[in-house]
């Protein structure tokens, strides 16, 4: 290296503290003069505040370039809720299509139990916790047969009309297909609703009985083990149930926290192939496809 070089390089590593000491002092200078600015407008102070406080308000922002995602599901839904109650579609097919739900079903089970029975009783909470987190049909009987199949079923058709879900009804408290083939009469006696319907429930339970999504987040409880592999891999779930049965398909509800700030995000999956599939694409995809 020449002398010359070494000039050059020394003064340029001396007078680096000083540009980084400049850049340091406008950044600091011009925070100054804006707030000195907002001091003496109250005006300008106010219209930045509400300028801000509309921008809140209209997070999540879609981003037009990330395109929407293909589902083979016959119907997705994805709903954000703010911290004040109101919600936005984030993504939406066939939301209002009546289809089998399989054993979504017993969250509306969950939610008569926790709005009729006695829950200081051991065995009841048991048969709760199998319910939600392994999916145990026979739980979901045992918890109707408590005051009966049929009073039960009125409870639950009871709940669902209000709640408004004018798109759902049920034959059973577990979800299951009925033996069709051996009861012909009861071909089309299937637990049904819609996307749209279980983005309601999902709000109520949230507000109401948060307690069903505190026992379906568990991974495992005295033997109950999680029917929901995507516990582990999402930590932003609040809670959810899965679903499955030969007429219904493979099905999943998931309520997450948002990407950023408060809120849940409500997604419901319905007549899949690849429920876990689906959800994570689902997922991925809100998050990407908004700014937060």
Not at 268 to 286: A, C, P, Q, T, Y
């Amino acid at each position: 290296m020449n002398e010359n070089l070494k000039v050059f390089f020394a003064a340029f590593l001396v007078s680096l503290p000083f540009w980084w000491g400049a850049n340091l002092a406008q950044e600091n200078l011009e925070d100054f003069l804006f707030w000195s600015r907002m001091a003496d407008s109250p005006e300008l102070l106010l219209a930045q505040a509400a300028q801000e406080e509309s921008l809140a308000k209209q997070k999540p922002i879609r981003n037009r370039q990330v395109e929407e995602p293909f589902f083979e599901a016959e119907s997705v839904i994805s709903v954000f809720v703010d911290k004040e109650g109101q919600d936005r579609v984030l993504f939406a097919k066939n939301i209002d299509r009546p289809l089998p739900l399989a054993s979504i079903t017993k969250l509306m089970t969950a939610l008569v139990v926790l709005e009729y029975y006695d829950l200081e009783s051991s065995e009841t909470a048991r048969l709760l916790y199998s319910m939600l987190i392994a999916s145990d049909n026979d739980a979901a009987g045992d918890l109707a047969e408590i005051v009966g199949k049929d009073a039960f079923l009125e409870l639950m058709n009871y709940e669902a009309q209000k709640l408004g879900l004018s798109n759902t009804h049920f034959f059973n408290p577990s979800g299951l297909d009925l033996e069709s083939e051996k009861s012909p009469e009861l071909s089309d006696k299937i637990n049904y609703s819609t996307t749209e319907d279980l983005v309601k429930l999902a709000r109520y339970i949230s507000e109401e009985h948060p307690l069903v999504w505190e026992i379906s987040s568990i991974t495992a409880f005295e033997g109950s083990v999680t029917t929901n592999e995507l516990l582990q891999e999402f930590p932003k779930i609040i809670g959810g149930k899965t679903g499955k049965t030969d007429r219904a398909k493979e099905c999943l509800l998931l309520v997450l926290k948002p990407k950023v700030g408060r809120g849940q995000v409500v997604n419901v999956i319905l007549s899949s192939n690849d429920r876990f599939g689906d959800m994570r694409k689902l997922v991925e995809w809100v998050n990407s496809a908004y700014r937060w």
